[in-house]
């Protein structure tokens, strides 16, 4: 009998109701079925040589920003760059419309950035009004109001601030009101707005006279990602006008480069000439368009 | 910053402020030039607009001593005009003649010619950008640039570097789309067999 079973257990594979396996594709791929617990089979090839994961690949890092071969940019003049960049801006309102410079460096991603102040010969912007933080009813308080300041005053002028009410945009304060302005916690209001006074952007000052001098006209700029930004001119300004202020600037620069240890690499890159709606031109240093027809004198007519 | 070959390419744009309509050199005798517009286009402001942002860059590129004024007003219902002033043959004009800049406010309107010169003036409403450009032409008697053969080679390697970034965008956007497939794919499967293993 039992020979007979083990015949007709083999028959039965070619029995036509019931097919040994199902002839209908499963519902649901492989590999996404439910795992049984059939052991995975694994055929060592000896020595640990097989797929070993390997920890991924270190991204390469950089401590410096990246500084770029300038071969394939073409460099300008100053003249040549304001030939265009007034042609872009033809209709403007010039007083409006402004010359930035950008100025690349070649420096270190961490480290101590460049921070200044700077006197242009010729000011871009002329709404400077500047609030004064010092002891009420003091003699401070007159000096300060006679040298222009829109807001002054101590506790009233936190209230104010508190309020909501800046008429200024520049703020200073006096040595004696310090200890005031750190007790009245106006860092959230003062701080995104740039505004707050500290040490390192001397506006805690014990001579009042010489910062408000010094803030009147002046510019403020700093290095953000290896790169100075400033405006520095009207649209209006003659072709002589502008260089003034760009060569006021680069060798204020070049003072505040010289300032910085001696460990940190820092040195000028490349400086570009841009306007508020016109493209970025590389400069080349020389003040003379390279086309003979234009002169400068040809580039000051009104906009 | 930004690299430099993506600015160096997009400086080549340049050719287009040297040539095109627009790139022209106006006689001796035109003095200077106001233009006269709203600030939207509804009024008919549109032909002025377009004048004023695709010509006239090219125009003062080739004619940098001339002063050209664009006086921006917020009234639609206003006029649209263009002046350009010549100086009359033999005249010699004083070199401080009253020129207002340009005004975003409507405030620098056109001033009355100085001694020595007239004034010819083009309404601009309700005119087609093509039609003021061609009538300032012919009036002001400007002479169009050629085409430098240096400009020409650019304007074919700036034509070469679009087609190429065409056939690019098209390879990419099949990449993409094939990727965005898969996977999508593979969720609904991978839903399908939550829907099973539920069910059983």
């Known amino acids: ?303 | 910053m930004v690299g430099v070959l993506r600015r160096a390419n997009r400086l080549t744009e340049l050719v287009w402020i040297r040539n095109g309509p627009g790139a022209a050199i106006l006689p001796q005798d035109v003095t200077r030039i106001h233009m006269d517009f709203a600030h939207k286009f509804n009024g008919g402001h549109v032909g002025p607009r377009k004048v004023w942002r695709h010509n006239m860059p090219r125009l003062k590129y080739w004619n940098p001593t001339i002063p050209m004024v664009v006086n921006r007003s917020h009234n639609q219902d206003g006029p649209a005009t263009l002046s350009i002033y010549f100086r009359e043959p033999g005249a010699t004009l004083a070199s401080d003649s009253p020129m207002p800049s340009s005004s975003a406010d409507g405030f620098s309107k056109a001033p009355a010619p100085a001694a020595g010169e007239r004034v010819l003036t083009i309404d601009m409403k309700d005119r087609r950008s093509e039609a003021i450009f061609k009538e300032f032409m012919d009036k002001s008697g400007a002479v169009p640039i050629k085409t430098s053969p240096q400009d020409e080679a650019l304007i074919r390697e700036i034509e070469d570097r679009k087609a190429i970034g065409t056939i690019d965008r098209e390879r990419v956007r099949k990449q993409n789309e094939a990727a965005k497939r898969e996977k999508q794919m593979i969720a609904q499967a991978h839903s399908e067999a939550a829907a099973i293993k539920a069910a059983l």
């Open chain 1, 1 to 303: 009998m039992a020979s007979l079973n083990r015949c007709l257990a083999s028959l039965a594979r070619f029995s036509l109701t019931t097919p040994a396996r199902p002839t209908t594709a499963p519902l649901i791929p492989k590999f996404l079925l439910p795992t049984t617990t059939v052991p995975l089979v694994r055929y060592a090839s000896g020595g640990g040589g097989g797929m070993r994961k390997r920890p991924p690949k270190k991204k390469k890092t950089y401590k410096t920003f990246r500084s770029y071969d300038l071969s394939p940019m073409e460099q300008f003049s100053l003249c040549d760059a304001m030939r265009y960049l007034r042609a872009f801006e033809v209709g403007r309102p010039p007083a409006v419309v402004k010359y930035e410079l950008h100025i690349k460096l070649k420096t270190h991603k961490s480290g101590p950035v460049i921070r200044n102040r700077i006197r242009l010969p010729f000011p871009v912007k002329t709404d400077t009004r500047i609030g004064v933080i010092c002891p009420e009813d003091s003699p401070l308080m007159t000096e300060a109001q006679q040298l222009g300041a829109v807001a002054v005053g101590e506790e009233s002028l936190f209230e104010s601030i508190r309020q909501g009410n800046i008429p200024f945009n520049k703020l200073i304060c006096h040595e004696d009101s310090q200890d005031a302005l750190k007790k009245a916690n106006l860092g959230k209001i003062l701080g995104p707005r740039g505004l707050m006074p500290s040490q390192k952007t001397k506006t805690i000052t014990t001579d009042l006279k010489s910062t408000v001098q010094e803030l009147i006209g002046a510019d403020e700029y700093r290095e953000r990602s290896g790169v100075v930004r400033l405006a520095v001119g009207q649209m209006g300004f003659t072709p002589q006008m502008l260089s003034d202020n760009i060569k006021a600037l680069l060798s204020l620069l070049k003072a505040d480069i010289n300032e910085v240890d001696d460990s940190y690499t820092k040195a000028l890159d490349e400086v570009v000439l841009s306007s508020t709606n016109g493209p970025g031109f590389s400069l080349n240093g020389m003040f003379k368009s390279d086309d003979e027809g234009v002169k400068p004198e040809d580039l000051q007519s009104v906009m």
